[in-house]
Nanobody, 126 residues
Framework: QVQLVESGGGLVQAGGSLRLSCVAS????????MGWFRQAPGKEREVVAA????????YYGESVKGRFTISRDNAKNTVYLQMNSLKPEDTAVYYC???????????????????WGQGTQVTVSS
């Protein structure tokens, strides 16, 4: 069993930055593909960014491309989401997720992930 704990959310003005962190329990973090998702009120959960276990494969949603960066530090069992140039439409609860397929390619569908964090709120004011 893997437990994921997100942190780093908060209230920020448009144009500002936040860095989300997700710490995973367990000794097999380096073998998991990781993803960041978000869900705004009344909307479906959407993938923001994803990274394969090998870090050779990353994905960014069109709405965040060029502004957000996903990275991981396997020594710290942590995946990060650096968010720059934030916009009010980035407001949502952000979740990290882990999948254990061993694939060298990132996963985009929430149903592909096996473990989820509790979420952290990001609010961007205009």
């Amino acid at each position: 069993q893997v437990q994921l704990v997100e942190s780093g959310g908060g209230l920020v003005q448009a144009g500002g930055s936040l860095r989300l962190s997700c710490v995973a329990s367990g000794r097999t973090f380096s073998s998991y593909g990781m993803g960041w998702f978000r869900q705004a009120p009344g909307k479906e959960r959407e993938v923001v960014a994803a990274i394969s276990w090998s870090t050779r494969s990353t994905y960014y949603g069109e709405s965040v491309k060029g502004r957000f960066t996903i990275s991981r530090d396997n020594a710290k069992n942590t995946v990060y989401l650096q968010m720059n140039s934030l916009k009010p439409e980035d407001t949502a609860v952000y979740y990290c997720a882990a999948e254990r397929s061993g694939s060298t390619r990132y996963k985009l569908q929430p149903t592909s992930y096996d473990y989820w964090g509790q979420g952290t709120q990001v609010t961007v004011s205009s």
